[in-house]
């Protein structure tokens, strides 16, 4: 019996089929249509937004290219984006390019890492901490 078990998928197959459904669904939304959506429970219970509030829109109007949209709507979409694009694309490379794999340079994750870290300390500083002062 051939049962489908999740232990036989690999982390980097989970996590690219995760981030292009992301993206694809991202594709999916009419941009300007979901401009007001919110979908954070943070924001639900409490009235302020979270550091990742504004993410979905943020995807959905960088996916239409509308880059300036998702930085309004997040500063930190841009970064996310890029890391669920290299997720997706570390997954399929592989089956398009027999033995390649995507990997990047250690100075260039350093900068996105600090660059993430930095970025999202302050809007959770302006976001949730500055509110609760």
């Known amino acids: 019996m051939n049962k ?10 989970f996590e690219g089929a995760i981030a292009s459904g992301a ?15 919110n979908l954070c429970p943070w924001f639900h219970l409490t009235g302020h937004q979270c550091p990742f509030c504004g993410m979905t829109r943020g995807f959905v109007a960088m996916t239409h290219f509308d880059f300036q949209a998702a930085l309004d709507f997040n500063l930190g979409t841009p ?17 398009i390019i027999k033995g390649k ?3 990047v340079p250690k100075p260039v994750y350093n900068l996105w890492l600090f660059s993430s870290i930095a970025i999202f300390a302050v809007m959770a500083w302006e976001r949730v901490v500055s509110h609760l002062l």
């Not at 489908?4 to 197959?13: M, N, R, V, W, Y």
């Not at 970064?79 to 089956?95: D, E, K, M, T």
């Open 4 to 13: 489908f078990a999740l232990s036989t998928i690999s982390k980097e197959d």
């Open 23 to 37: 993206l694809l669904t991202s594709a999916i939304l009419p941009h300007g249509e979901v401009d007001g959506l």
């Open 79 to 95: 970064l996310v984006y890029l890391a669920f694009v290299y997720f997706a694309l570390r997954s399929i490379i592989p089956r």
């Open 101 to 103: 794999e995507l990997q």
